[in-house]
């Protein structure tokens, strides 16, 4: 099945810094890339996608960017603010309607 | 707003018993889930649906079965359950091409 992982496993950033997340996977049929975001004893909610026909895609200060040949998508959050503070999900489809999850990613914003 | 509810947010039960988590959607989608969360490990996949009483096996679907009797509503039952089904079950739901709607999980807890 698909391979996916996720880095770094927990970030710890100062309020107003930038944040990075990568996520690889490894089948190259995939064509649709998620990000979820769960805070603590909540659902994970969807915060941004892409398709496999864009390369980037931006939502005020968050963006995300594909990279298919190197089978590799981001999620890059601007001028962080401690409500940022959450579990972060990558999860590119491989087959229809199904996602394979990374293992997450603790992002912790200091104020 | 798309809303998912599972009827139970916390249970417990004792080891050989029939659980039943239910799962209700309002957005008419015609995909249905059932995740299951568990620390480092990120969501697998139990179960999915397609449409009604139509259901397609996911990563890991042993131990379990599902019914969708009705468009809206998705049925996770445990047959019988074990210690190791002790998790965070996740519901969702899906239109078409669009990312995964949750509901706020059910937490069981196996005896």
């Known amino acids: 099945g698909e391979n996916v992982e996720q880095h770094p496993s927990t970030l710890s950033v100062q309020e107003g810094d930038s944040a990075v997340i990568k996520c690889t996977y490894s089948d190259s049929a995939s064509n649709y890339f998620p990000w979820y975001k769960q805070e603590l004893g909540k659902r994970p909610q969807l915060i941004i996608d892409?398709?496999?026909?864009?390369g980037e895609k931006k939502d005020q200060r968050i963006a995300v960017t594909l990279n298919k040949t190197a089978k590799h998508f981001s999620l890059h959050i601007t001028e962080t603010q401690p409500e940022d503070s959450a579990v972060y999900f990558c999860?590119?489809?491989?087959?229809?309607?199904?996602?394979?999850f990374g293992s997450g990613t603790k992002l912790n914003v200091k104020p | 707003d798309v809303k998912v509810t599972q009827s139970s947010r916390y249970l417990v039960k004792r080891t050989g018993e029939k659980v039943f988590l239910e799962c209700v959607q309002d957005m008419d989608h015609e995909n249905m889930f059932w995740y299951r969360q568990d620390p480092g490990l990120g969501l697998r996949l139990i179960y999915f649906?397609?449409?009604?009483?139509?259901?397609e096996k996911g990563d890991i679907p042993e131990g379990y079965s599902v019914s969708r009797e009705k468009k809206e509503r998705f049925s996770l039952i445990l047959e019988s359950a074990s210690t190791n089904q002790t998790s965070m079950y996740l519901c969702?739901?899906?239109?078409?091409?669009?990312?995964?709607?949750f509901g706020e999980g059910s937490r069981l807890t196996v005896l």
């Open positions: 892409i398709r496999s026909n864009v």
């Open positions: 649906s397609y449409d009604v009483k139509m259901k």
């Open positions: 969702a739901s899906r239109l078409g091409g669009s990312g995964l709607f």
């Open positions: 999860a590119p489809q491989y087959n229809f309607n199904k996602f394979y």
